[in-house]
């Protein structure tokens, strides 16, 4: 088995775009939610919360030959995926062009514009909107696609169009393929673009937050006060390389993946599972040869949902016990969906690296029913540790969870 590193990592966020800009915001302990003007249109959306990534433009070198196809998730995966390049040192490397270098990347969604383009056609009979990018900008798997044609990749292509675990899924498919020797080089990860019909998905099933008159206090995950979640958007790009070529082109190695795992409940589309919760980590600790006591941190999937953060705390509390720091990034910025597990996997990598984790926000008073772990609360934790854990857990009881090694 081959050893797989993380060289290089691009992020857009509501947090900020570049590291010293997110650890600037998760030290301020401030999350990013707002009130949606935007979604009074729909009068029937009881939810206004969201967290948006307000300042996110489009690049001019991205022409309008190269952005046809792209959709706004696709066009903040490619910013992300660039970004990532460039810092890996891979930039323009003829290893990108080769079969050497693949593409694991995942969305829940595709584009909702596009998606109205053709929704037209089913309630007008009108094909007056549709074109020949429609479907490309649509599609689930829209930035994948486009990562791949935009930088010239032609390795292994996993589509990852797994809700809450695209973003996790994205990096555990491709160190599977690095490890296993298929790949050198993998870009991974996962990204997603806010929409109003999301946050409909979560109103009609009463998981979405309703705090509208103060969006700084939701989400709440853990808390007993606690309502539902909150959506966000952005994406995340790892660019996974084999230890070996890392080192002789001297990369600069951000963390090893050493563990994953992903499983599925196969009970219950919405209404999560401890028990396969459970197995999920342990298989992970045991993909990487692993016990509980080796890990320093947990970052929380914590969506805020009532039952949500009742399975995942106490699945948690079984398996790893109650020492374990544990936090959750969606109380900064939301549920960004497809985004959300390479978010927090990166999070955790460059906080492991500094030996510092950020809290909860917003966890004011714990709901005794949940798990008992160790929370972060209030200020920031310095922890010292070689291992953390990331976990996700999505819609159609999807579980995944990844263990990263500082190097």
């Known amino acids: 088995m081959k050893r797989v590193v993380i060289t290089g990592a691009g992020a857009i966020s509501a947090l900020g775009h570049d590291w010293p800009s997110v650890r600037s915001a998760l030290q301020a302990k401030k999350n990013r939610v707002r009130y949606m003007h935007e979604w009074d249109r729909f009068p029937e959306l009881q ?3 969201a967290s948006p990534v307000d300042d996110f433009v489009l690049p001019a070198h991205y022409t309008a030959k190269k952005r046809r196809a792209m959709g706004r998730v696709a066009q903040m995966a490619v910013v992300a995926t660039e970004n990532a390049l460039r810092d890996a040192g891979l930039w323009e490397d003829p290893i990108i062009n080769s079969g050497a270098t693949g593409v694991a990347y995942g969305s829940a969604t595709g ?82 673009e806010l929409c109003p019909t999301q946050a409909a998905v979560f109103d009609t099933v009463y998981s979405a937050s309703l705090r509208n008159g103060r969006p700084e206090t939701a989400p709440r995950p853990f808390d007993t006060q606690r309502d539902g979640l909150v959506l966000g958007e952005g994406a995340c790009t790892l660019i996974l390389e084999e230890y070996e070529h890392a080192r002789r082109r001297g990369a600069n190695i951000l963390a090893e993946v050493v563990g994953f795992a992903t499983n599925c409940d196969g009970v219950h589309l919405v209404r999560p599972n401890p028990q396969t919760m459970k197995q999920v980590m342990q298989d992970a600790l045991a993909n990487a040869g692993l016990t509980a006591d080796n890990i320093g941190y947990i970052s929380g999937h914590g969506t805020a949902t009532l039952q949500g953060d009742l399975a995942e705390s106490i699945a948690t509390q079984d398996v790893m016990g109650s020492q374990i720091p544990f936090s959750a990034l969606k109380s900064y910025i939301g549920h960004s969906l497809g985004a959300c597990g390479s978010l927090e996997a990166w999070t955790s990598i460059q906080m492991m690296r500094e030996k510092w984790f950020m809290p909860n926000l917003n966890l004011d008073e714990l709901d005794l029913n949940c798990g008992q772990l160790d929370y972060i609360r209030d200020e920031v934790r310095e922890v010292d540790t070689d291992y953390v854990m990331s976990n996700n857990f999505a819609f159609g009881g999807v579980n995944t969870s990844l263990i990263f090694r500082r190097v």
Do not use: P, W
Not at 134 to 161: D, E, K, P, Q
């Open 47 to 49: 939810t206004r919360l």
């Open 111 to 192: 584009n909702s514009d596009a998606a109205m383009e053709f929704f037209g056609l089913l309630e007008h009979n009108s094909m007056a909107k549709i074109n020949g990018t429609t479907y490309l900008r649509m599609m689930s798997h829209t930035a994948a696609v486009n990562i791949s044609v935009l930088f010239g990749t032609c390795g292994r292509m996993y589509t990852t169009s797994s809700a809450c675990t695209a973003g996790s899924q994205g990096i555990g498919f491709a160190f599977e393929a690095i490890r296993a020797g298929q790949q050198t080089v993998m870009i991974a990860g996962g990204a997603e």
